[in-house]
């Protein structure tokens, strides 16, 4: 396997106007790697996505994918990548089979090789009993892992999957990514992939946290929550009471407002749970604790909640 990057972006900038989408953001992905964009809507994941898949030019910055040149050498970049878009591309008339075929057309692959393309990967994604049906019969995860099939007929080495979970049931949800492990395993492909789901996140070798057009976190799941430094404890006070004053006060300990509430990390919080609540009885309504999720790292690096944000 390679060892230079299978996606390299340095100080790519992008605007609407005046708007500013994505903000002098810089990381990379290692080949083999499935690699998720994790912001809601408004942090600048689909306009990354459009211009990774050639279809936004690229205004300020450097991007290159599998060593080329994104804007320079746009052909090529097509020729080397799969991708998945959120809206479905299907014909739901034809069969499963008609629909990779004729997207194998497509890239100029017939008679044989495309017939042996299109039965492997019926095979390897678990399609080849539903090659003959409608498409409009399959269920949603069904239908997903046949978007994911048109993407690879031209044994693309890099995929890029845009919220490939919209609309599949938790079922369906940890079909597609037990389906994308075994591709990489078998084929070494690497995976991009948006999402605004924390649950899905997880599934990612490494994730890249945007917000409004910032890369705010980059690392591993584990690493990002661990990077919280100990358990968050979220207080409800009680209204007209300066409790983040009244903490800071006793126990040395500065919190976060986000909405009504107040944000502390700690560690052993159920001990500090206990302290706030002998301390200041009266002055609070809820209190609680637990361990960081990656929700609680995107308020550390941001200062709001996930959902937050303006539509992109």
Known sequence: MSTDPAISIQGLTHRYGDHVA???ISFGVACGEIFGLLGPNGGGKTTLFRILSTILPLQQGIATLLGLDVARRQDDVRRRIGVTFQSPSLDIKL????NLSHQAYLYGLSGRLQRQRVDSLLEQLGLASRASDRVESLSGGLKRRVEIAKGLLHQPQLLLLDEPSTGLDPGARHDLWRYLRQLRQQSGVTVLVTT???????HCDRLGILDRGRLVAIGTPDELRASIGGDCVTIEPKPGTDLAQLIESQFSVTSTRVGESLRIERERGHEFVREVVEAFPDDVLSISFGKPTLEDVFIQRTGHRFWEEEPE
């Open 22 to 24: 994505l903000d002098a």
């Open 95 to 98: 069969s499963v089979r008609e």
């Open 196 to 202: 605004h789901l924390m649950e899905e996140a997880d």
